[in-house]
Structures are given as structure tokens and as C-alpha cells.
């Protein structure tokens, strides 16, 4: 059973800037299909693809971050981050990190991001 961890959330201006990270119990980075991301979800809305990054490195934005948020892993196999620029108050949400090893996928608790002024 693979856990995740994020870290990094919280309160952010409009505008502002945030930075998520993810670590995983097991290297994920491995096997060319395998892959991290992560996932928002706002009040009363449905879970959400934010971001993924397959071990091939190929990335996968979703249109409402495109330009805003670059997902990456740096030289760890367990490791995913997320940079939020730019943050719009839609942004507010928890996001969650994901990982997909082999042909298992696993969630991470959660971590609250909140753009308000």
C-alpha cells in the first residue's frame, strides 16, 4: 500500500503564489506508465484533474491551469510538486496528490489551498 503525504497548502492572496509537494512511501517514478498528478476538489464540485506527470515525463494540464501551474518531480522517484502562480480565488480548493504504480492508484489525505483576500 503506497502512502502520500502533501504538504505545502494554505491561505494565498489573489494573485499570489503557492508551492505543493508530494512524497510517496515507494519510488513511483520507475516504470514508464506509472505516473503522480494531482487533483482538486471544491466545495460541492466533483474531484478534479489539476495536473500529471508520467515517468516518461509526459504532462497532462487541466485548461483552468494551464500557463499558471507547473507540475514536476526533480531527481527523486517518490517526489511530485506542484508550483501554483497567478492563484484566482476558483483555485481555492483541497488538492489532492495521486499516484498511479502499475495498476494500482492511490490518494493522498488532502491539502487545503484557499485564494481569498
Known amino acids: 500500500q503506497v502512502q502520500l503525504v502533501e504538504s505545502g497548502g494554505g491561505l494565498v492572496e489573489p494573485g499570489g503564489s503557492l508551492s505543493l509537494s508530494c512524497v510517496a512511501s515507494?519510488?513511483?517514478?520507475?516504470?514508464?506508465?506509472?505516473?503522480m498528478g494531482w487533483y482538486r476538489q471544491a466545495p460541492g464540485k466533483q474531484r478534479e484533474l489539476v495536473a500529471t506527470?508520467?515517468?516518461?515525463?509526459?504532462?497532462n494540464y487541466a485548461d483552468s491551469v494551464k500557463g499558471r501551474f507547473t507540475i514536476s518531480r526533480g531527481n527523486a522517484k517518490n517526489m511530485v510538486y506542484l508550483q501554483m502562480n497567478s492563484l484566482k480565488p476558483e483555485d481555492t480548493a483541497v488538492y489532492y496528490c495521486?499516484?498511479?504504480?502499475?495498476?494500482?492508484?492511490?490518494w493522498g489525505q488532502g491539502t487545503q489551498v484557499t485564494v481569498s483576500a
Open positions: 495521486n499516484a498511479n504504480k502499475y495498476s494500482s492508484t492511490y
Open positions: 506527470l508520467s515517468s516518461g515525463g509526459i504532462t
Open positions: 515507494e519510488n513511483i517514478f520507475i516504470f514508464s506508465m506509472n505516473s
